[in-house]
T-cell receptor, first 113, second 110 residues
Framework: DVKVTQSSRYLVKRTGEKVFLECVQD?????MFWYRQDPGLGLRLIYF???????EKGDIPEGYSVSREKKERFSLILESASTNQTSMYLC????????????FGSGTRLTVV | GQQVMQIPQYQHVQEGEDFTTYCNSS?????IQWYKQRPGGHPVFLIQ?????EVKKQKRLTFQFGEAKKNSSLHITATQTTDVGTYFC??????????FGSGTKLNVKP
């Protein structure tokens, strides 16, 4: 069964901490994405990557960075966590043309206190 | 900028009733995808529509893509409690970027 695996299901961090969210896919997908999901706001794209070492800003990149050193792994970094970054974070991957849709991970619910 | 608007935000139906959610884009889309997210789960890809006026069916689910490729709908016939969840559309623009609608949360009363 193909998978996108996110390293943590729940995470609690303190304001100002540097936070790493890890995502690994085993489908050899070119594209990887990070979204955050908040009630009433739907899914908002933070960053995406079409290839190793390549990254592009999504709609809400402020306060985040990403790293893609290997094709299967896409990391989201919160440089200095703030309470407004408390959210559900979803990683997704897809084939280059996206014809078969995105495969999402189970999500990481991050709480910043 | 590009937006994909989805309505309604919530829908409560009695089991056996039909349900429809609508997506509208401000610009022409190259394709549109639909996803379902069960409570506590993550979005799962259902289908992609590409052609103008395209209609696809998956059992009790009917998906339509408008003639102008700016709107789409998902219709569920005779809802069941297993249909509970949030349904998202995601439209791809001509620059290859996907925009998710805000979702329609469906609740089905047995």
């Amino acid at each position: 069964d193909v998978k996108v695996t996110q390293s943590s299901r729940y995470l609690v961090k303190r304001t100002g901490e540097k936070v790493f969210l890890e995502c690994v896919q085993d489908m050899d997908h070119e594209n990887m994405f990070w979204y955050r999901q908040d009630p009433g706001l739907g899914l908002r794209l933070i960053y995406f990557s079409y290839d190793v070492k390549m990254k592009e800003k999504g709609d809400i990149p402020e306060g985040y960075s990403v790293s893609r050193e290997k094709k299967e792994r896409f990391s989201l970094i919160l440089e200095s966590a703030s309470t407004n970054q408390t959210s559900m974070y979803l990683c997704a991957s897809s084939l280059l043309e996206g014809a078969y849709g995105y495969t999402f991970g189970s999500g990481t619910r991050l709480t910043v206190v | 900028g590009q937006q994909v608007m989805q309505i309604p935000q919530y829908q409560h139906v009695q089991e056996g009733e039909d349900f429809t959610t609508y997506c509208n884009s401000s610009t022409t889309l190259s394709n549109i995808q639909w996803y379902k997210q069960r409570p506590g789960g993550h979005p799962v890809f259902l289908i992609q529509l590409v052609k103008s006026g395209e209609v696809k069916k998956q059992k009790r689910l009917t998906f339509q893509f408008g003639e102008a490729k700016k709107n789409s709908s998902l219709h569920i016939t005779a809802t069941q409690t297993t249909d509970v969840g949030t349904y998202f559309c995601a439209g791809r623009d001509n620059f290859n970027k996907f925009y998710f609608g805000s979702g329609t949360k469906l609740n089905v009363k047995p």
